[in-house]
Structures are given as C-alpha cells and as structure tokens.
C-alpha cells in the first residue's frame, strides 16, 4: 500500500513561499528539492543569525535540545519576516547508536507551517562524515590531518586549545597557503594547537550531502497523507518485532510490522512486513542459532 500522494500534497504547499533559517547555504540542497517535490518556493531572509542558536565551535552553546533548536530557528525566521511557512535545519556529530565507535551526522530538517498548525520533520543518520579533530605539533602534522579529512573541499578550524575561544580562532580554513600560515603562527605561541573540522554546511560538502537527504524525509513525509483525514506526516511512530523465523517459524528481532499515525486525528494503521519480507533467515534467528 503506498501512503504517499504528491499531487495531493502538493495542495497544501504549491507556489507558497517558506522561509529558511540559515546562514550557511543550505538553501542550495533544499530549495531544489521543496521546488521539485512539493512546489514550495524557498527564500533566506537577510541578515538572519544563526549563530545565535549555538556554534559548532562550542564559542556559544545551543539553547536547547537538536529538535527544540530547529524548532525556535524556524519560529524566529516565522517572527523576522511575517511568513507562514518556515524551514529550519540542525545538526549533531555524536557516536553512532548501533556502533558506538563510529561518528555519525544526525540531520534535522523541520517545516513550520503555520497556515495549518503544522510541523513535519525529516531526519537522517549518516556515517558518511569527516566529522573529526586532533592536537597538533608541526605544519607537516597540520598537512597530514588536512588529508585526512578530505581537505581542502572540508574546510578546517584552528585554534589554541578546545575550550579557548579567543581572536586566535580562525574558521573555514579552505588553502593550503591559510592553513600554513594559520598554523605557524599559532604555533609560535605554544607547542601543541588544535585542528578540527568545519562542520558548518558551506564549508563541509559531506554535511550538505546529509542535509540534501533529510531533506528528502522530509518531502517524504510532506507526501503521506493521513487516509482518514489527508492531513500530511502521516508517519511510522512504533514497530513491532517478531518476523519469524523462515525454519522454525519462532519470532525473531526482526521487524515484523510499523505503526503509523497522523499528526492530527491520531489514526493509526499497522502495516505488516514493511521490508518486504515475510520470513526471517535462520541465520539470525535466536532458536535456530542459541
């Protein structure tokens, strides 16, 4: 069963204008996407701060959690430009939930529409990050880290220390000749610096790529219609387990159904076998292999 209608999405949002709280470009993977899918044309609003909702620097902390602070970018750019449509992205580099010894880039892009008191989200957890740091002693220990982190189309943050924020910091490092020079002179005041990656969306392509895929869940989910009152953000709020086994028939961990529900009316509706299988493999089965 397919829960999506663009055509019949598109409705709530064709030739209306959102507002994007953003600073830092994002508009070039979203707006195409909200155009092409949705019929929703974005703008950036002038000389609208987002830093003022926390730096990934650490110079100035986020107010709140990474939804909350999505959620008060968008009301801010709602209250700047008297829109009724708002856009909103956020991110977090934190270990990944499942494998712990790996960066992940955690993506939030969040919709505001207040025409029809409405808040869509689309999220994303992606491996693909440089997300990284590392104290350095030598311009040649600079140039290796550089490499590493696919320098220069990542852009690189220099600074003396983590917890120093101080005129010495310098963002978006995008040269080799900056970043010699940047390095030799902030080792001429101590021996040991700090390089880290700039995770700010201009300066960070694989970044832009995540945001580029969120924005998609969000188009997703802009297009499920609720079927009992088409209301968008009809959406996956639960699921169950139990596939069973293709041998031994016993449930296993796998997923055996998906609760979605609407935003709005609170239906519900459970779908069984949401990929598309309707038997485990043995393989992993806990009766089948104790």
């Not at 009152?229 to 998906?258: E, N, S």
Request: charge should be negative; aromatic fraction near 6%; charged fraction near 20%.
């Amino acid at each position: 069963m397919s829960l999506s209608s663009g055509s019949a999405a598109s409705s709530w949002f064709a030739n209306r204008t959102a507002v994007l709280a953003t600073m830092h470009g994002k508009e070039q993977v979203i707006a195409p996407l909200l155009a092409e899918h949705l019929g929703l044309h974005v703008t950036v609003p002038a000389d609208f701060d987002t830093d003022r909702f926390g730096t990934f620097t650490r110079d100035i902390d986020r107010p709140a959690d990474q939804l909350a602070t999505a959620r008060l970018k968008a009301i801010a750019a709602l209250e700047q430009t008297g829109a009724t449509i708002a856009l909103a992205s956020e991110g977090s580099f934190v270990p990944h939930p499942a494998l712990p010894f790996l960066a992940c880039d955690r993506e939030i892009v969040l919709l505001l529409d207040r025409d029809h008191e409405l808040e869509l989200i689309g999220e994303v957890i992606s491996t693909a990050t440089n997300f990284n740091h590392h104290a350095i002693d030598s311009v040649a220990a600079a140039l290796a880290f550089a490499q590493k982190i696919g320098f220069p189309d990542h852009a690189l943050v220099a600074m003396l220390a983590p917890d120093q924020w101080d005129a010495h910091c310098v963002k978006g490092i995008r040269t080799e000749a900056d970043l010699i020079a940047i390095v030799t002179r902030l080792l001429q005041l101590q021996p040991t610096i700090h390089l880290e990656t700039d995770m700010r969306a201009m300066h960070n392509p694989s970044r832009m790529a995540a945001i580029a895929e969120a924005t998609q869940k969000l188009v997703h989910q802009a297009t499920s219609l609720c079927p009992q009152c088409a209301v968008p953000g009809f959406r996956i709020i639960d699921q169950k387990l139990g596939l069973p086994c293709a041998l031994c028939r016993q449930p296993t961990t796998q997923r055996l159904a998906v609760i979605y529900a609407c935003l709005k009316c609170q239906f519900q509706q459970t779908h069984f076998f949401p990929d598309r299988q309707e038997m485990a493999d043995p393989g992993i089965c806990d009766f089948c292999n104790p």
